[in-house]
Protein backbone atom coordinates (compact mmCIF):
# COMPACT_ATOMS: atom_id res chain seq x y z
CA UNK A 1 0.00 0.00 0.00
CA UNK A 2 1.12 3.79 -0.94
CA UNK A 3 0.51 5.51 2.22
CA UNK A 4 0.56 9.29 0.99
CA UNK A 5 0.44 12.65 2.61
CA UNK A 6 -2.65 14.47 3.04
CA UNK A 7 -1.67 18.10 1.32
CA UNK A 8 -5.27 19.08 0.56
CA UNK A 9 -6.05 19.54 4.63
CA UNK A 10 -2.97 21.71 5.23
CA UNK A 11 -3.12 25.35 4.13
CA UNK A 12 0.05 25.53 4.06
CA UNK A 13 2.12 25.54 0.39
CA UNK A 14 3.93 21.64 0.01
CA UNK A 15 7.00 23.34 -0.23
CA UNK A 16 7.16 25.12 2.95
CA UNK A 17 6.21 21.57 4.54
CA UNK A 18 8.52 20.36 7.45
CA UNK A 19 11.40 17.64 6.62
CA UNK A 20 10.72 14.58 8.89
CA UNK A 21 13.34 13.21 10.90
CA UNK A 22 13.80 10.33 13.64
CA UNK A 23 15.79 7.91 15.28
CA UNK A 24 15.49 5.68 18.70
CA UNK A 25 16.85 8.43 20.55
CA UNK A 26 19.32 11.61 20.59
CA UNK A 27 21.68 10.23 18.44
CA UNK A 28 19.37 11.74 15.02
CA UNK A 29 19.45 15.16 16.73
CA UNK A 30 23.38 15.15 15.39
CA UNK A 31 21.50 14.81 11.58
CA UNK A 32 18.74 17.40 12.58
CA UNK A 33 21.00 20.14 13.45
CA UNK A 34 23.52 19.70 10.15
CA UNK A 35 20.25 19.55 8.06
CA UNK A 36 18.80 22.92 10.33
CA UNK A 37 22.67 24.32 9.65
CA UNK A 38 22.41 23.56 5.94
CA UNK A 39 18.68 24.58 5.07
CA UNK A 40 17.87 27.34 7.68
CA UNK A 41 14.61 27.92 5.86
CA UNK A 42 13.32 24.55 6.04
CA UNK A 43 10.82 23.03 9.36
CA UNK A 44 11.64 20.07 10.78
CA UNK A 45 9.93 17.44 12.78
CA UNK A 46 11.76 15.01 14.67
CA UNK A 47 10.79 12.22 16.62
CA UNK A 48 13.24 10.58 19.16
CA UNK A 49 11.71 7.25 20.10
CA UNK A 50 13.51 7.21 23.75
CA UNK A 51 11.34 4.89 25.20
CA UNK A 52 12.36 1.85 22.77
CA UNK A 53 15.68 2.90 22.31
CA UNK A 54 18.32 1.12 22.11
CA UNK A 55 17.16 -0.38 18.53
CA UNK A 56 20.30 -2.05 17.60
CA UNK A 57 20.06 -5.39 19.86
CA UNK A 58 16.50 -5.76 18.82
CA UNK A 59 15.29 -7.91 15.55
CA UNK A 60 14.95 -6.47 11.97
CA UNK A 61 11.10 -7.03 11.99
CA UNK A 62 10.56 -5.39 15.11
CA UNK A 63 12.95 -2.39 14.22
CA UNK A 64 10.94 -2.45 10.65
CA UNK A 65 7.41 -2.51 12.39
CA UNK A 66 9.17 1.25 14.51
CA UNK A 67 10.16 2.27 10.95
CA UNK A 68 6.80 1.70 9.94
CA UNK A 69 4.99 3.13 12.42
CA UNK A 70 6.94 6.24 12.63
CA UNK A 71 7.21 7.74 9.17
CA UNK A 72 3.35 6.88 9.08
CA UNK A 73 3.09 9.49 12.52
CA UNK A 74 5.08 11.80 10.52
CA UNK A 75 3.36 11.94 6.82
CA UNK A 76 0.43 12.25 9.30
CA UNK A 77 2.23 15.31 10.35
CA UNK A 78 2.67 16.49 6.61
CA UNK A 79 5.82 16.15 5.65
CA UNK A 80 7.61 16.57 2.37
CA UNK A 81 10.32 13.97 2.82
CA UNK A 82 11.68 11.67 5.60
CA UNK A 83 15.01 11.22 6.70
CA UNK A 84 15.63 7.78 9.10
CA UNK A 85 18.39 9.18 11.31
CA UNK A 86 19.08 5.77 12.96
CA UNK A 87 21.44 3.23 10.82
CA UNK A 88 19.65 0.42 12.95
CA UNK A 89 16.71 1.48 11.21
CA UNK A 90 17.67 2.63 8.34
CA UNK A 91 19.50 -1.08 7.71
CA UNK A 92 15.59 -2.99 8.86
CA UNK A 93 13.13 -0.86 7.41
CA UNK A 94 14.69 1.89 4.87
CA UNK A 95 13.61 -0.19 1.60
CA UNK A 96 10.03 -1.34 3.04
CA UNK A 97 9.69 2.29 3.65
CA UNK A 98 10.93 3.65 0.51
CA UNK A 99 7.97 1.39 -1.54
CA UNK A 100 5.20 1.87 1.35
CA UNK A 101 5.33 6.02 0.90
CA UNK A 102 4.80 8.38 -1.86
CA UNK A 103 7.55 10.83 -0.58
CA UNK A 104 11.06 10.48 -0.49
CA UNK A 105 13.08 8.14 1.98
CA UNK A 106 16.91 9.16 2.58
CA UNK A 107 18.22 7.09 5.05
CA UNK A 108 21.59 6.91 6.87
CA UNK A 109 24.12 4.32 5.17
CA UNK A 110 24.44 5.10 1.65
CA UNK A 111 25.41 8.68 2.46
CA UNK A 112 28.04 7.62 4.92
CA UNK A 113 29.20 4.56 2.48
CA UNK A 114 29.89 7.51 -0.27
CA UNK A 115 32.06 9.23 2.24
CA UNK A 116 34.36 6.61 3.05
CA UNK A 117 34.73 5.36 -0.16
CA UNK A 118 35.63 9.08 -1.53
CA UNK A 119 38.08 9.55 1.19
CA UNK A 120 40.13 6.60 2.16
CA UNK A 121 43.36 6.73 0.17
CA UNK A 122 44.83 3.30 1.35
CA UNK A 123 40.78 1.35 0.83
CA UNK A 124 40.79 -0.14 4.18
CA UNK A 125 38.08 0.98 5.95
CA UNK A 126 36.65 0.15 9.33
CA UNK A 127 32.83 0.56 10.35
CA UNK A 128 31.40 0.78 14.21
CA UNK A 129 27.47 0.41 14.69
CA UNK A 130 25.28 -0.94 16.36
CA UNK A 131 24.70 -5.36 16.15
CA UNK A 132 22.01 -4.69 14.53
CA UNK A 133 23.75 -2.70 11.42
CA UNK A 134 26.72 -4.95 11.61
CA UNK A 135 24.45 -7.88 11.30
CA UNK A 136 22.96 -6.68 8.44
CA UNK A 137 25.84 -6.24 6.66
CA UNK A 138 24.83 -3.21 4.75
CA UNK A 139 28.07 -0.72 4.76
CA UNK A 140 30.40 -3.41 3.56
CA UNK A 141 27.87 -3.93 0.55
CA UNK A 142 27.29 -0.28 0.33
CA UNK A 143 30.76 0.70 0.46
CA UNK A 144 31.89 -2.17 -1.92
CA UNK A 145 29.18 -1.43 -4.48
CA UNK A 146 31.04 1.79 -4.94
CA UNK A 147 34.63 0.58 -4.63
CA UNK A 148 34.93 -3.37 -4.68
CA UNK A 149 38.67 -2.58 -3.98
CA UNK A 150 38.12 -1.42 -0.46
CA UNK A 151 38.27 -3.87 2.25
CA UNK A 152 35.90 -3.26 5.07
CA UNK A 153 36.33 -4.09 8.96
CA UNK A 154 33.21 -4.03 10.87
CA UNK A 155 32.85 -4.09 14.49
CA UNK A 156 29.54 -3.61 16.60
CA UNK A 157 30.28 -1.55 19.40
CA UNK A 158 26.87 -1.43 21.26
CA UNK A 159 27.95 0.09 24.32
CA UNK A 160 28.84 3.13 22.65
CA UNK A 161 25.36 4.21 22.54
CA UNK A 162 24.83 3.52 26.15
CA UNK A 163 27.37 5.82 26.98
CA UNK A 164 25.61 8.66 24.67
CA UNK A 165 22.36 7.84 26.49
CA UNK A 166 23.75 7.98 29.71
CA UNK A 167 26.64 10.16 30.02
CA UNK A 168 25.01 12.93 27.69
CA UNK A 169 22.96 13.57 30.33
CA UNK A 170 25.51 13.50 33.28
CA UNK A 171 27.92 16.18 30.93
CA UNK A 172 27.05 20.16 31.25
CA UNK A 173 29.26 21.55 28.76
CA UNK A 174 28.99 22.44 25.35
CA UNK A 175 27.92 19.66 22.94
CA UNK A 176 31.04 20.79 20.81
CA UNK A 177 33.05 19.66 23.48
CA UNK A 178 31.60 16.26 22.67
CA UNK A 179 31.44 15.81 19.15
CA UNK A 180 34.94 18.00 18.52
CA UNK A 181 38.57 15.99 18.07
CA UNK A 182 40.03 19.13 19.21
CA UNK A 183 38.37 19.02 22.55
CA UNK A 184 39.82 18.14 25.81
CA UNK A 185 36.63 17.26 27.85
CA UNK A 186 37.25 14.87 30.51
CA UNK A 187 36.52 11.33 29.70
CA UNK A 188 35.49 8.43 32.41
CA UNK A 189 38.78 6.23 32.44
CA UNK A 190 35.40 3.62 32.48
CA UNK A 191 34.70 4.94 28.86
CA UNK A 192 37.99 4.80 27.63
CA UNK A 193 38.34 1.32 28.35
CA UNK A 194 35.54 0.61 26.94
CA UNK A 195 36.72 2.21 23.67
CA UNK A 196 39.95 0.81 23.54
CA UNK A 197 38.63 -2.92 24.03
CA UNK A 198 36.19 -2.31 20.64
CA UNK A 199 38.64 -0.38 19.00
CA UNK A 200 42.47 -1.42 18.96
CA UNK A 201 41.25 -4.46 17.00
CA UNK A 202 40.63 -2.17 14.09
CA UNK A 203 43.71 -0.19 14.87
CA UNK A 204 45.87 -3.27 13.85
CA UNK A 205 44.04 -3.60 10.57
CA UNK A 206 45.56 -0.61 9.87
CA UNK A 207 42.24 1.68 8.55
CA UNK A 208 42.78 4.98 7.85
CA UNK A 209 38.94 5.64 7.76
CA UNK A 210 36.66 4.77 10.02
CA UNK A 211 32.77 4.89 9.78
CA UNK A 212 30.20 6.09 12.55
CA UNK A 213 27.85 3.90 11.12
CA UNK A 214 25.22 5.30 14.59
CA UNK A 215 24.02 8.61 14.47
CA UNK A 216 24.87 8.38 18.60
CA UNK A 217 28.83 7.94 17.64
CA UNK A 218 29.37 11.64 16.54
CA UNK A 219 28.69 12.85 20.19
CA UNK A 220 31.26 10.47 21.07
CA UNK A 221 34.49 12.06 18.46
CA UNK A 222 36.32 12.98 21.36
CA UNK A 223 36.92 9.55 23.15
CA UNK A 224 36.80 7.66 19.63
CA UNK A 225 39.07 10.21 17.90
CA UNK A 226 41.33 9.82 21.09
CA UNK A 227 41.92 5.73 21.14
CA UNK A 228 41.66 5.14 17.06
CA UNK A 229 44.55 8.03 16.60
CA UNK A 230 44.20 11.01 14.63
CA UNK A 231 45.52 9.81 11.40
CA UNK A 232 42.50 7.96 11.25
CA UNK A 233 39.66 10.07 9.35
CA UNK A 234 36.16 10.11 11.30
CA UNK A 235 33.47 9.90 8.94
CA UNK A 236 29.75 10.88 10.34
CA UNK A 237 26.95 10.13 8.12
CA UNK A 238 25.34 13.45 9.78
CA UNK A 239 26.80 16.07 7.24
CA UNK A 240 26.30 13.77 4.46
CA UNK A 241 22.39 13.18 5.22
CA UNK A 242 22.23 16.91 5.57
CA UNK A 243 23.52 17.28 1.90
CA UNK A 244 21.66 14.28 0.26
CA UNK A 245 18.43 16.15 1.79
CA UNK A 246 19.22 19.48 -0.27
CA UNK A 247 19.98 17.74 -3.36
CA UNK A 248 17.01 15.61 -3.33
CA UNK A 249 14.84 18.74 -2.35
CA UNK A 250 16.49 20.92 -5.01
CA UNK A 251 16.21 18.66 -7.86
CA UNK A 252 12.44 18.10 -6.95
CA UNK A 253 11.71 21.86 -6.71
CA UNK A 254 10.65 21.43 -3.60
CA UNK A 255 12.86 23.59 -1.07
CA UNK A 256 11.43 26.23 1.34
CA UNK A 257 10.35 29.41 -0.16
CA UNK A 258 13.20 31.85 0.29
CA UNK A 259 12.20 33.79 3.52
CA UNK A 260 10.07 30.96 5.01
CA UNK A 261 10.48 31.11 8.76
CA UNK A 262 11.31 27.52 9.87
CA UNK A 263 9.75 26.21 12.44
CA UNK A 264 11.66 22.93 14.63
CA UNK A 265 9.08 20.66 16.35
CA UNK A 266 10.71 17.50 18.37
CA UNK A 267 8.79 14.95 20.07
CA UNK A 268 9.90 11.74 22.00
CA UNK A 269 8.26 8.95 23.81
CA UNK A 270 11.06 9.63 26.54
CA UNK A 271 9.34 9.46 29.71
CA UNK A 272 11.19 12.40 30.68
CA UNK A 273 10.77 15.51 29.40
CA UNK A 274 12.83 17.65 30.64
CA UNK A 275 16.07 15.74 30.07
CA UNK A 276 15.22 15.20 26.07
CA UNK A 277 14.20 19.09 26.19
CA UNK A 278 17.28 20.71 28.02
CA UNK A 279 19.92 18.18 25.72
CA UNK A 280 17.83 18.79 22.76
CA UNK A 281 17.97 22.98 23.38
CA UNK A 282 22.20 22.36 23.97
CA UNK A 283 22.39 21.03 20.37
CA UNK A 284 20.47 23.41 19.06
CA UNK A 285 21.80 26.01 21.07
CA UNK A 286 21.14 29.06 19.07
CA UNK A 287 18.14 29.29 16.79
CA UNK A 288 15.57 27.26 19.40
CA UNK A 289 14.29 29.09 22.52
CA UNK A 290 11.39 27.97 23.97
CA UNK A 291 10.11 23.88 25.04
CA UNK A 292 6.81 23.00 26.17
CA UNK A 293 5.65 19.46 26.73
CA UNK A 294 1.97 17.77 26.14
CA UNK A 295 0.51 14.20 26.10
CA UNK A 296 0.49 13.19 21.93
CA UNK A 297 -2.25 11.69 21.06
CA UNK A 298 -0.85 9.49 18.61
CA UNK A 299 -0.79 5.50 17.97
CA UNK A 300 3.04 5.38 19.36
CA UNK A 301 2.61 3.97 23.03
CA UNK A 302 2.79 6.95 25.59
CA UNK A 303 4.54 9.41 23.75
CA UNK A 304 5.00 12.78 24.65
CA UNK A 305 5.78 15.62 22.27
CA UNK A 306 8.51 18.40 23.18
CA UNK A 307 7.95 21.66 21.44
CA UNK A 308 10.49 23.92 20.14
CA UNK A 309 9.86 27.32 18.00
CA UNK A 310 12.08 29.39 16.44
CA UNK A 311 11.90 33.02 17.04
CA UNK A 312 9.29 34.58 14.18
CA UNK A 313 11.37 38.22 14.66
CA UNK A 314 14.91 36.67 14.34
CA UNK A 315 15.65 33.10 13.84
CA UNK A 316 19.25 32.92 15.54
CA UNK A 317 17.16 34.97 18.77
CA UNK A 318 16.25 33.13 21.76
CA UNK A 319 11.85 33.67 21.32
CA UNK A 320 10.38 34.34 24.68
CA UNK A 321 7.02 35.09 22.82
CA UNK A 322 4.91 33.11 25.73
CA UNK A 323 1.75 33.69 23.27
CA UNK A 324 3.73 32.29 20.26
CA UNK A 325 4.51 29.18 22.13
CA UNK A 326 0.93 28.56 23.04
CA UNK A 327 -0.04 28.88 19.17
CA UNK A 328 2.71 26.32 18.65
CA UNK A 329 0.75 24.17 20.92
CA UNK A 330 -2.77 23.90 19.39
CA UNK A 331 -1.82 23.84 16.05
CA UNK A 332 0.87 20.42 17.29
CA UNK A 333 -2.09 18.93 19.62
CA UNK A 334 -4.08 18.05 16.77
N1 LIG B 1 21.21 5.89 16.50
C1 LIG B 1 21.03 4.50 16.16
C2 LIG B 1 21.78 4.18 14.86
O1 LIG B 1 22.18 5.06 14.12
C3 LIG B 1 21.46 3.47 17.16
C4 LIG B 1 21.01 3.53 18.56
C5 LIG B 1 20.19 2.31 18.98
O2 LIG B 1 20.74 1.20 19.16
O3 LIG B 1 19.01 2.53 19.12
O4 LIG B 1 21.96 3.01 14.57
Same mark, same amino acid.
Given at each position: ?33 ? *? /?????? #? =??? %? ?8 ? $? ?70 ? *? /?????? #? =??? %? ?8 ? $? ?71 ? /? ?112
Amino acid at each position: MIVSSDRVLSNRPFNDAPIGIFDSGFGGLTVARE *I /AKELPE #E =SIV %YFGDTARCPY $GPRSQDEVDGFVQQICTWLVGRDVKLLVIACNTATAAGLEHAQQRFSIPVIGAVIPGARAAARATKNRRVGV *I /ATKGTV #E =SGC %YPQAIRNIDA $GITVFSTATPKFVDIVEQGIRMSRGPIEDLTSLASKVYIRPAFQEIARDYLEPLRRCEIDTLVLGCTHYPMLK /ALIGGVIGHNVLLVSSAEEMAKEVRETLSMRGELAHEGNIAKHEFFTSAPNLDEFQSFGSRVFSGPISIFLAYNLKADIASAFSVCMRACPLDRRKPCLLIGQTIATIARCAT
